[in-house]
């Protein structure tokens, strides 16, 4: 899979983001300063681009043996320790792709602390992956979690 690079004219302000209210309204379970901070948006042609690679990442239908799966349905503390068994350092960067204009980019301590206001069930199909590496999850609006090598 090919590697992305950002730099700082491929963001926008949260206040922009069309999913910025999971993280700002009151009745949302809004997220700290500090922790917002953390959610860069994408602008939405970069989105564009980005979005070909997480459809490529997380092909519906696609054979892939050494998938791993986790229901999210459940405990959230049992898909938090799923999380953070994949290894991932806590400020590492990682992409969340939504749809073809809907992506932003984040560190891993942000998406393992609050993964449930990234995936919303019976809506959300999204990918989340370092831009460095060939994995990719895949969350499904199903409530499952997959993890792609």
């Not at 491929?10 to 700002?24: E, G, H, I, K, M």
């Not at 969340?96 to 919303?120: E, G």
């Amino acid at each position: 899979m090919p590697h992305l690079s950002l730099d700082d004219s491929d963001y926008l302000p949260l206040a922009a983001f069309p999913l910025a209210w999971r993280w700002t309204l009151a009745n949302q379970h809004p997220l700290s300063p500090t922790v917002l901070a953390t959610i860069r948006p994408l602008t939405p042609a970069r989105a564009t681009e980005i979005h070909d690679l997480a459809l490529a990442r997380c092909a519906q239908g696609s054979s892939n043996p050494q998938a791993r799966q986790v229901p999210t349905d459940g405990a959230r503390s049992a898909v938090c320790d799923w999380l953070e068994g994949l290894g991932v350092g806590p400020s590492e960067t990682i992409i969340l792709s939504w749809d073809r204009t809907t992506a932003v980019a984040t560190i891993w301590q942000t998406f393992l602390d609050h993964w449930d206001a990234f995936c919303y069930p019976g809506s959300d199909d999204v990918t989340i992956w370092p831009p460095t590496c060939d994995w990719a999850l895949c969350y499904r609006h199903y409530d499952v979690l997959e993890l792609r090598l």
